[in-house]
């Protein structure tokens, strides 16, 4: 990864955080992408310790479209190249709460937020040798229908559900936007990763640090976030990869998806929806 420039949203913690360390510790310049400026320094200073290391650390806020674009701007006018983007961060919500521009959280934290800054960033991706985008979804994909009437989850909010969907998006936008980039012969691929059930913080209460109990007991049942990052690393690094494009990966191999998150229809009408609720035109237009 000598050489290399790789994104990792939330790399203050969990998963993103080890994926971040791997990858520096691979000789990439790693980009830590991350909401809360006190949380990115500690990470940032933790992670630096390790001599040879290159970090930088960048503020970015999936809750919020303006801070997405702020972002890929200053990105870009820092760095002009990109090779491989981590969309890792992710929240559990707790209960239904809107994003400054009034989108259901996890749908924008998890989904949209991604899907943007994505779309923002690909110019960057097309031009290296070959870049390279991860979508963190999850298992949980698998516990739902697509609401494309109601990606807002408007209606019977329930905290699980609404993850699940949100990650079912993740999946589908990965099938749609391989299907694109295969059609124009992009040398860009991406792929999603269920990184696996693992020990974090993600149940945690960021306001109030409430449950960490649950996060202490999940250290004893399940994966470590070393373990999590894995399949983010060999993603983001494997030469073998570099044709292989729209597929779910769980311990670095490619699994079967449900069924609903391979139906193309829904992953063309969820793409062409997102580009409207960001204001997009698309830009992989033919
Ligand atoms: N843990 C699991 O078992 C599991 C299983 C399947 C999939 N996943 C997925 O793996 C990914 C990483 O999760 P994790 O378990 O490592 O959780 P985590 O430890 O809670 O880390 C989540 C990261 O996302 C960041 N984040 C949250 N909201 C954000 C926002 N609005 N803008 C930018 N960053 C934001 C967090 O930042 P703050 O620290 O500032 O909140 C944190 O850095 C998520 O997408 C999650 O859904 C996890």
Redesign the pocket.
């Known amino acids: 990864m000598k050489g290399k420039v790789v994104i990792v ?9 080890a994926t971040a360390a791997r990858l520096a510790d691979l000789g990439a310049t790693v980009v830590l ?4 400026k006190e ?2 320094e500690a990470a940032l200073s933790e992670l630096s310790c390790v001599n040879g290391r290159c970090f930088d650390l960048m503020a ?5 479209q303006g ?1 997405i674009r702020a972002f890929a701007e200053a990105f870009t006018k820092k760095y002009g190249r990109l090779d491989v983007l981590i ?6 919500g707790r209960h239904r709460a809107e994003t400054k521009q009034g989108f259901e959280m996890s749908f924008e ?2 989904y949209l ?1 991604a899907f943007l800054l994505t779309m923002l960033l690909l110019p960057l991706l097309e031009k290296s040798g070959q870049g390279r985008v991860v979508m ?5 994909h698998g516990w739902g229908d697509v609401r494309l009437n109601d990606l807002n989850y408007t209606r019977g909010y329930n905290r699980f559900a609404a ?1 699940g969907h949100s ?1 079912l998006c993740c999946l589908l936008f990965t099938r749609a936007l391989a299907e694109k980039l295969r059609a124009r012969s992009s040398r860009v691929t991406v792929n999603a990763v ?9 149940v ?1 209460n ?1 306001a109030n640090g409430r449950f960490q109990w649950v996060a202490r007991l ?1 250290k004893i049942l ?2 470590t ?1 070393d373990e ?1 990052a894995k399949t983010n690393v060999y993603l983001a690094s494997e030469p073998t990869l570099h044709d292989v494009s729209g597929e779910y990966f769980y311990r670095c191999k490619i699994e079967p998806s449900s069924a609903e998150s391979r139906n193309l229809a829904s992953a063309n009408r969820l793409y062409d929806t997102s580009l409207r609720l960001c204001g997009l035109d698309d830009p992989l237009k033919s």
């Open positions: 949203t939330g790399a203050n913690a969990g998963i993103g955080k992408a991350c909401r809360c949380r990115g970015l806020d999936l809750a919020d801070s969309n890792n961060a992710g929240i559990l934290v998890n937020g963190t979804t999850s298992v949980a993850y990650k269920h990184p696996g059930i693992v020990a974090t913080d993600i945690v960021r999940m399940f994966m976030s999590g």
